[in-house]
T-cell receptor, first 116, second 114 residues
Framework: AQKVTQAQTEISVVEKEDVTLDCVYE???????LFWYKQPPSGELVFLIR??????QNEISGRYSWNFQKSTSSFNFTITASQVVDSAVYFC?????????????FGPGTRLSVLP | ETGVTQTPRHLVMGMTNKKSLKCEQH?????MYWYKQSAKKPLELMFV???????ENNSVPSRFSPECPNSSHLFLHLHTLQPEDSALYLC?????????????FGPGTRLTVT
């Protein structure tokens, strides 16, 4: 069965610190997709990144970077030089095919607080 | 307007009321979703519509009734709800229904059942 684990329930850092949010997933499929979403206090989930299972290249987008390692079934997210505006709940999600179309499962989320 | 919009943003209803949540997407997407987000629980997928046809219904109580009149609009009709149904209800859409498509979310409706 598919599962997404985000072991860190809450993290607090001081502005300008780097922070890594962990995501570990389980799936039996060889083709799957991983996602990260940000949910600020306003409530709307914001899509950050999608990665397919055949592309293990790390990705960097500004202060954000993602480290995908199939060997450890992990898709970790690092924020460099964190800012107060990064405070939010971050969700990792897994999508893989099933006989009816797709399974889309979210992790429980990690609440990040960036203190000034 | 752009993206995914939801109305109302906040709703308080009694257990005997009937109300509806509305979602509209302006992205030209073919799939739409309803999620429930309760405190201290992961996001729960409730319903999926693809090209206006329901393709997934994850054991949701019948007091929640979805409707998708066209690919841009999605409703969630509520009746005789329970206090444990109080939650944030999120609507999302994606280009199509399939594992490779990211979803775009609306701001949610905060529902309180009294």
């Amino acid at each position: 069965a598919q599962k997404v684990t985000q072991a860190q329930t809450e993290i607090s850092v001081v502005e300008k610190e780097d922070v890594t949010l962990d995501c570990v997933y389980e799936t039996r499929d060889t083709t799957y997709y991983l996602f990260w979403y940000k949910q600020p206090p306003s409530g709307e989930l914001v899509f950050l990144i999608r990665r397919n299972s055949f592309d293990e290249q790390n990705e960097i987008s500004g202060r954000y970077s993602w480290n995908f390692q199939k060997s450890t079934s992990s898709f970790n997210f690092t924020i460099t030089a964190s800012q107060v505006v990064d405070s939010a709940v971050y969700f990792c999600a897994l999508s893989d095919p099933d006989p009816y179309g797709q399974n889309f499962v979210f992790g429980p989320g990690t609440r990040l607080s960036v203190l000034p | 307007e752009t993206g995914v919009t939801q109305t109302p943003r906040h709703l308080v209803m009694g257990m005997t009321n009937k109300k509806s949540l509305k979602c509209e997407q302006h992205l030209g997407h073919n799939a739409m979703y309803w999620y429930k987000q309760s405190a201290k629980k992961p996001l729960e997928l409730m319903f999926v519509y693809s090209l206006e046809e329901r393709v997934e219904n994850n054991s949701v109580p019948s007091r929640f009734s979805p409707e998708c009149p066209n690919s841009s609009h999605l409703f969630l009709h509520l009746h005789t709800l329970q206090p444990e149904d109080s939650a944030l209800y999120l609507c999302a859409s994606s280009q199509d229904w399939g594992e490779s498509y990211e979803q775009y979310f609306g701001p949610g409706t905060r529902l309180t059942v009294t």
